[in-house]
């Protein structure tokens, strides 16, 4: 069974940056992608931001130019370098990693921007 352990949630204000990190406990075969998703209290879980092992890359539109995405070598571990935080991005962020036929999904952790 593969567990995504996340870290670096937290209380901030606007205008400030936060750095999630995911790690994998192991390699996960046929490994498709990595990255984030966010789910807001009232709404959906929508996708943040996502990396292939090409390094393919894609982000959404709300976090475009803000939010970087990006792995250590190995890619075990996932990294979204988020700046100029908006009380708007305030949501359960949540790691996952896909293989072909599967979904992994981190605990999810807390981001609170506060105005």
């Known amino acids: 069974q593969v567990q995504l352990v996340e870290s670096g949630g937290g209380l901030v204000q606007a205008g400030s940056s936060l750095r999630l990190s995911c790690t994998k406990s192991?390699?996960?075969?046929?490994?498709?992608?990595m990255g984030w998703y966010r789910q807001a209290p009232g709404k959906q879980r929508t996708l943040v931001a996502t990396?292939?092992?090409?390094?393919?890359?894609d982000y959404a539109d709300s976090v475009k130019g803000r939010f970087t995405i990006s792995t250590d070598k190995a890619r075990n571990t996932v990294f979204l370098q988020m700046n100029n935080l908006e009380p708007e991005d305030t949501a359960v962020y949540y790691c996952?990693?896909?293989?072909?036929?599967?979904?992994?999904w981190g605990q999810g952790t807390q981001v609170t921007v506060s105005s």
């Open positions: 996952y990693a896909r293989s072909a036929n599967q979904v992994y």
């Open positions: 990396i292939t092992p090409g390094r393919d890359i």
């Open positions: 192991r390699n996960i075969s046929n490994n498709r992608a």
